[in-house]
């Protein structure tokens, strides 16, 4: 059975993460999902044909910062061990939404999130919710390569070593780096500096590092898009392998990239208002990758994947 975030001071404030939690929840039940048009923009989205039982259920989740809206509206499932891929032009909301999924977006004052998110059927916004555990179990990589000023070992041992996790350290390590296709390149320099080495491998160093506190979810923004075209050959295959464990959501830019990789796709979309001129995001489609490419249901989809607007 996945182990359920749990309410936890002792380990929010080793971690130092934020008390409680970003904002409220504004809405109950699920009136909104793929296959429905949400009311604002009449924003086209397709129930999947899936038989693979969600990790996520996100329900009318909108999104503001001080008081200006980023994302809006946006409800539909994640499916298990499956790769699931964001994409959109910028400033459409997809890293806001993805941050959502793990309350990183508690750690900015402003933020209020409106609507529930549902991991394996538990609102990760309730208040008993601690957000330092709902991290460990949905970990996170970033854009750029980001490692600590510690050696590789430290590095990945780092997150077991703030959440008191029993069991042998190395073994812990080991397993980590394994996972994040690096432990052979790696293992005779455990004790080195991790800024050392290459991008690529400073990237699948993140990727274990996440990975090193046992989640069962990984998301990633753009997590190629700072690396040459072999080091992102590496993630790609990286994560054809970790989907067989976790369930990987990614927000990318690169079509092709979206179209290789991913089992899923939504295409959130700008929507500008036009009283204020202000920009926030919508899901306009979310369909198996396939469909999306092939045959949107939305003719916006289809402008976007062809390339006749950016």
């Not at 409800?75 to 061990?81: M, V």
Request: charged residues 25%.
């Amino acid at each position: 059975m996945t182990e359920r975030p749990e309410s936890s001071s002792e380990a929010r404030s080793a971690a130092g993460a934020g008390p409680g939690p970003a904002g409220t929840q504004a809405h109950n039940g699920r009136t909104t999902g793929p296959g429905t048009a949400p009311a604002a923009t009449g924003a086209a989205t397709t129930k999947p044909s899936v038989d693979t039982p969600p990790v996520f259920e996100i329900e009318k989740l909108t999104v503001r910062y001080g008081g200006k809206l980023a994302v809006h509206d946006v409800s539909f499932d994640i499916t298990e061990k499956r790769i699931t891929a964001l994409i959109g032009a910028s400033g459409c909301g997809k890293s806001t939404f993805i941050r959502s999924l793990n309350r990183m977006n508690d750690l900015i004052p402003s933020a209020t999130v409106e609507g529930s998110v549902r991991y394996h059927g538990q609102n990760l916004y309730a208040s008993e919710v601690d957000a330092v555990q709902v991290r460990k179990r949905i970990g996170m990589v970033f854009q750029k390569p980001n490692p600590f000023p510690k050696s590789i070992y430290d590095n990945i041992a780092f997150g077991p070593r703030v959440l008191g996790m029993d069991g042998n350290m190395d073994e812990m390590v080991e397993r980590a780096l394994r996972r994040g296709a690096l432990w052979d390149e790696v293992k005779d320099r455990l004790k080195t500096n991790a800024f050392g080495m290459s991008g690529g491998q400073q990237q699948r160093l993140c990727i274990a590092r996440a990975l090193a506190t046992d989640p069962d979810v990984l998301l990633m923004d753009e997590p190629a898009s700072a690396l040459d075209p072999i080091s992102t050959g590496h993630i790609e295959d990286l994560m054809f392998e970790l989907k067989e464990r976790y369930s990987i959501v990614i927000v990318t830019h690169n079509m092709q990239q979206a179209a290789r990789v991913s089992d899923m796709t939504a295409f959130f979309t700008v929507v500008v208002d036009e009283a204020s001129g202000h920009r926030h995001g919508e899901v306009v489609e979310y369909d198996e990758t396939e469909k999306v490419f092939t045959n949107p249901s939305d003719e916006r989809t289809e402008a976007y994947v062809t390339g006749r607007v950016g």
